[in-house]
């Protein structure tokens, strides 16, 4: 619980910041206050301490904690407590000029290796390798040997020794936050490079370098105290910790409790840096994906055994699933699968589509379990039958393929060791039969002999998720559960995969739940399909009548989102917001916030899926249809105009001889949007990023109203931030998490246009306004806002300087069908408003096709196609 | 791979020569040279003359260094200016002793701290926490503070095993494990904090990949999941860290072999370096560095060998 509260303290406060608020936590202020107090203990030991350290007393030798001296005396008589507090003089002065020692090598010189790469970077890399690799006390000793007495010359070289594994963090972490896309945006936006370091990368990384400064304040103490223990500290009679231990060590026998104060005071401070280490690094590290399978369980179910028997092979009543907190996932889910067919669940990315295909196979991730209702698989209600019979299910009957083919393979083992262990425990038999049927299996998924040694990181995507059909073949499942099998593919790769699927679905007679987003998917491989809203099953039936005659309002707007079905130059039909996260459905129709048509009745409770009329397929809502989207005036094709942008044979390539782009020729007029099409790969990114100047060119010229851009220098860049501007895919890594939205926007205003700041805000609250989001976002940070209205903002950004060219860098391709067509057309009306050009890259040809005037193909680096948009 | 270790060993070569002239460099700096140390307080300038000669002391740096390297190739590192005693004669007697505490322990640290550390994975709760509590506990306790406890409980109050000293394996097996029990237990009971802790991070982040939630989904028993799979993964990650707990307890041995008066290189090291013994101390100095050298190589050899990624095709 406590875990939770903190968790949700911590969101509330600025990310990339919560050391702050982490320092101000209970569990921080006890070790800060100890330290503080042995600060002042030290810095005030000549007017508190009872005694003089050296003042020996032989009357009262190896005394115990008394009256007289609190933590007793030593074997001279001489008060331990006064001993301790001038000690501790010592040993804090010698650790902060370790820690200043070590910020100022470590930190420095980490940073700018990280943020300016190159050859830096590897001599950085070299020399930290070598410095690593030096034995520290061991090097210490040497100099000790030489300089003995400069325990300040000591001290340095200590703190030098350290600094490597510091810089190296520094170096990582630097190295993380240069690659965020925010970073690229400052730069497109003109910001010089010590305003980034300064502005953009110094509070992300303050978290590690607390965290690793504090943990080697410690260790100082500690080899400090260990270097007086062996003698090396300041010379007797004046006190140090670590000598107090070593002549406690000496009447062990006689007065054990000698080792205890300073032990304790010692351990206690180490603890102390240790503790403040875990403190910072607990709030500021990224929460982890998810909890291990088991860890906690969710609250008792109330199943009860299901009347009516099913022939479906699967069939789900009244579903409800939980997690461990009581939070409902999925509500009253009914969903039937035949022997053989194949079914798709469709929707839009948190509806709860994925966690009702794992449910099935009791695979939720934290914990999260069907709480109501049944689930029958060939006669056996898989709810009531508890983990042990599901786990019997799973592999042998139902299997599983996901998402991202790459990673659902273990990255340790070759293609065949992974395929035959399946083999071998289903079928067992000997070493030869269970290769030979291993690579019977590969074969019937088209995979060629040679791919059974190679390892996962050696395979493309669609390979890889051939390789995951055929470990999920090798039990001959009677169901297979798809969940977004294509979604990572390229668009060639994924009908191939859809084709495979297909051909094992005729040839094994197995069912398929094909769970996806993408409704050509859908009308390509299934019959019937199931439409899925924030937990519940809104409309179900045959692909056909869905796709033709949609009866639930969200059916039909996501129908309408799609470019592929909207008149060009129009407007698509999008559905206002975005999908709700569980904690926020409404009481009655998820979908009544944004839904035309809701009425009160919808607000209050929702309509049930399960009573059809008669020949009607199953649906949610009631509400008569609604009228058509509205078409906006056709947008005028572009006159032939002296071109904005021209690019002439560039190439780019990060090794000779291998380009990324080889010889590409394009032109954007004013006004118009030339689309780049390509698959991954393809070098599409790279032509926008060179065009921006975020990679060097290798050949070739880039010409921006007539004037050579190819090799702009720092000055000439700035001039062109406000020409020139770019939006990138995705919305959450373009703007800096632990800034304000008004403050970014703010920022090239103030320091490339050195605006003052009333006119910087004003033209901030307009252009908010003018992509869409009110004036009050501009005092609120990143996390507050979803994917779609994140990438309005950072349209917002690339607006802010009034350029003519925006580069799109697959602007919507992160984003859900129904946001996607709010973008568009928010694209759209600003172009015809601000008469903006657009280079327009993507990989969805619906999406080119929807938006651009002119297309560019891209195959291999290289154009392979040009010319209008074909309608 | 191959690239890899070229690389490791062109910067090991670089770092013996680094350290080895960097001491070097030191000593020329030092106030007071070997030859006053050897005289010391009174002295005449004509015999001081003679023997820094007779040192090659008034040659310059480099030529000392070059000349210093040219033996040191051939096994001969000198002899000790103090004591007359060879160094390389004296580090070969000593490093018996710290071999066998460092291996010990290195061993000890593994196979407790990845043991604890699986075991919090699966099962986390009260196991977690104890990690957690250990971890800090081995952070923050000086190793000669613990050391010396453990000396009062074990020697000296219950009087179960010996205090100080070291028994040589020829001798006598049973007390040569006799001898290390306390010394190893205090090199690695701050080691097998970080390994569990480690281990658990690396297996939690393991167990939630999606290649897992494939392997169960594909029916794959939860026993190979954790400890074939999981485990195999996780092993990528703690296997850097054997090297880099070697190399920590290069530093540990020196406290622990001064309280437990063990005859190893630490000790020489701590002997040499009061008495301003330049020349043994830069010997041991080295053979540590060879050390850390060979055991980095090993490590990433073991590496290359666990992730597929880091091999040549």
């Avoid at chain 2, 300038?45 to 000392?64: F, I, K, M």
């Amino acid at each position: 619980m406590t875990a939770g509260v903190e968790e949700f303290v911590a969101r509330g406060v600025r990310p990339g910041r919560r050391w702050r608020a982490a320092l101000r936590r209970p569990l921080a202020l006890l070790p800060l206050g100890y330290l503080a107090l042995l600060v002042a203990g030290s810095v005030l030991a000549p007017v508190l301490a009872p005694a003089s350290p050296v003042a020996t007393d032989l009357d009262h030798v190896l005394a115990g904690p008394g009256a007289a001296h609190p933590l007793g005396t030593d074997a001279l008589g001489r008060d331990v407590l006064s001993r301790l507090m001038y000690g501790g003089q010592v040993s804090l002065l010698h650790a902060a000029i370790v820690v200043v020692t070590v910020i100022g090598v470590g930190v420095t010189s980490g940073i700018a290796a990280g943020y300016l790469d190159g050859w830096f970077d590897r001599a950085f890399t070299w020399v930290v390798d070598v410095l690593l690799a030096i034995p520290v006390l061991m090097t210490l000793l040497v100099v000790l040997a030489v300089v003995g007495e400069h325990q300040t010359v000591v001290m340095v070289t200590l703190g030098v020794l350290v600094s490597p594994g510091l810089a190296r963090v520094v170096r990582g972490a630097t190295l993380a936050v240069r690659k965020e896309l925010y970073i690229a945006a400052a730069r497109v936006s003109g910001l010089p490079h010590h305003r980034i370091v300064t502005a953009h990368v110094l509070p992300r990384i303050a978290g590690p370098i607390i965290v690793q400064v504090s943990l080697l304040a410690g260790g100082a103490l500690l080899i400090d105290a260990g270097l007086s223990y062996l003698g090396f500290g300041a010379q007797p009679p004046d006190p140090t910790w670590g000598d107090m231990i070593a002549q406690a060590a000496s009447v062990i026998d006689r007065q054990p409790w000698l080792l205890v104060p300073p032990g304790v005071v010692l351990g206690l401070a180490i603890l102390a840096f240790g503790l403040l280490g875990d403190v910072v690094r607990d709030a500021t590290a990224e929460p982890r994906r998810n909890r291990p399978h088991g860890a906690h369980r969710a609250p008792a179910p109330a199943l009860t055994p299901r009347e009516e028997r099913s022939t479906a092979l699967l069939s789900l009543r009244d579903v409800e699933i939980t997690l461990p907190g009581g939070q409902v996932l999925v509500e009253d889910l009914d969903l039937d699968i035949g022997r053989g067919e194949t079914v798709a669940l469709v929707g839009e990315s948190g509806c709860g589509k994925s966690i009702t295909g794992r449910a099935v196979l009791d695979l939720l991730p934290a914990g999260g379990a069907v709480t109501a209702g049944s689930v029958l698989f060939d006669g056996t209600d898989l709810a009531l039958a508890g983990p042990r019979a599901i786990r019997g299910l799973r592999g042998s009957r139902i299997a599983l393929i996901s998402q991202d083919p790459v990673g659902a393979l273990d990255p340790v083992f070759t293609v065949a060791h992974q395929v035959s262990e399946l083999v071998r425990l289903r079928h067992g038999g000997s070493r030869a039969s269970v290769r030979e049927r291993a690579l019977g299996l590969l074969r019937d998924v088209n995979l060629p002999e040679v791919v059974a040694r190679r390892y996962p990181h050696e395979l493309s995507g669609g390979m890889a998720q051939r390789v995951a059909i055929a470990m999920a073949l090798a039990g001959e499942p009677s169901l297979l559960i798809a969940d977004e099998p294509t979604t990572a593919l390229d668009a060639t790769v994924q009908a191939e995969v859809l084709g495979l699927l297909r051909r094992l679905q005729e040839d094994r007679g197995m069912a398929i739940l094909l769970i996806t987003h993408d409704w050509s998917v859908v009308a390509s491989s299934c019959r019937r399909a199931y439409v899925m809203y924030a937990g519940h099953i809104v409309e179900s039936g045959a692909v056909g009548d869905l796709l033709a005659q949609p009866r639930h309002p969200y059916t039909e707007g996501l129908l309408g989102a799609m470019p592929s079905r909207a008149e060009a130059g129009g407007r698509l039909a999008a559905i206002p917001g975005t999908v709700p996260e569980p904690a926020h459905w409404p009481r009655g129709c998820h979908f009544a916030p944004r839904c035309p048509l809701a009425t009160a009745q919808c607000r209050s409770r929702r309509s049930p899926c399960s009573n059809p009329p008669p020949g009607t397929a199953p649906a949610a809502c009631t509400t008569p249809s609604c009228p058509p989207g509205e078409t906006v005036p056709l947008l005028e094709p572009p006159l032939p105009e002296p071109p904005l942008l021209e690019v002439h044979g560039l190439r780019v390539g990060y090794r000779p001889h291998q380009p990324v782009v080889d010889g590409v020729d394009l032109v954007v007029r004013p006004g118009e949007t030339l689309g780049l099409l390509g698959e991954s790969g393809s070098g599409k990114s790279t032509i926008g990023h060179a065009i921006v100047g975020l990679v060097r060119p290798a050949g070739g010229r880039i010409l921006f109203r007539g004037a050579d851009i190819t090799h702009a220098g720092a000055r000439q860049r700035r001039a062109l931030s406000t020409h020139l501007q770019v939006v990138f895919q995705d919305p959450h890594g373009s703007l800096n998490p632990s800034r304000t939205v008004g403050s970014t926007l703010a920022e090239p205003l103030r320091v490339v246009r050195r605006l003052p700041r009333r006119v910087a805000e004003a033209r901030v609250t307009d252009v908010l306004k003018r992509v869409g989001m009110p004036a009050a976002a501009a005092t609120r940070y990143p996390a507050a806002f979803s994917g779609g209205q994140l990438q309005r903002i950072a349209i917002a950004r690339a607006l802010v300087l009034e350029p003519q060219l925006v580069v799109c860098d697959e602007p919507t391709s992160a984003l859900d069908l129904s946001v996607q067509a709010q973008i568009l057309n928010l694209l759209l009306d600003l172009q015809q408003q601000l008469g903006l050009s657009y280079l327009f890259i993507s990989h969805d040809i619906d999406v080119v096709r929807f938006v651009c005037h002119r297309v560019v193909v891209l195959r291999g680096g290289r154009i392979a196609d040009h010319g209008p948009v074909p309608t | 791979m191959l690239r890899l270790i070229a690389h490791r060993l062109v910067v090991s070569v670089a770092l013996v020569f680094v350290v080895s002239l960097a001491a070097f460099l030191l000593q020329s700096a030092a106030p007071g040279d070997l030859a006053r140390a050897i005289l010391g307080q009174n002295f005449s300038v004509p015999a001081y003359e003679e023997l820094r000669h007779q040192l090659g002391l008034d040659q310059p740096v480099l030529t000392q260094y070059w000349n210093w390297l040219r033996d040191a190739v051939h096994g001969d590192l000198g002899s000790s200016p103090i004591s007359g005693l060879s160094v390389a004669d004296e580090i070969s007697h000593r490093l018996p002793v710290t071999l066998s505490l460092i291996g010990c322990a290195t061993v000890v640290t593994t196979f407790a701290g990845v043991a604890l550390g699986v075991v919090s994975a699966v099962r986390g709760g009260r196991i977690g926490r104890v990690v957690d509590v250990l971890s800090l506990v081995g952070y923050a306790l000086p190793s000669f503070w613990f050391a010396l406890t453990m000396v009062t409980l074990f020697a000296v109050t219950v009087q179960l095993l010996p205090a100080t000293g070291y028994v040589p394996l020829g001798t006598s097996p049973a007390g040569w494990a006799r001898s290390l029990v306390l010394p190893v237990a205090t090199l690695a009971l701050p080691g097998i904090a970080v390994f569990a802790k480690q281990t658990r991070d690396a297996m939690l982040d393991a167990l939630s990949r999606d290649y897992v939630t494939a392997l169960r989904a594909n029916g794959v028993p939860e026993r190979s999941v954790v400890l074939r799979h999981a485990l195999r993964n996780a092993a990528i990650p703690v296997a850097t860290l054997v090297g880099l707990t070697f190399i920590g307890l290069l530093s540990g041995t020196v406290f622990v072999e001064s309280v437990f008066a063990m005859p190893g290189l630490g000790g020489l090291a701590v002997q040499a370096t009061s008495l301003h013994d330049i020349r043994m101390i830069q010997g041991v100095v080295v053979v540590f560095t060879v050390i850390v050298v060979a055991v980095n190589l090993l490590v990433d050899l073991a590496y290359g060998r666990l992730n597929p990624k880091a091999r040549i095709r």
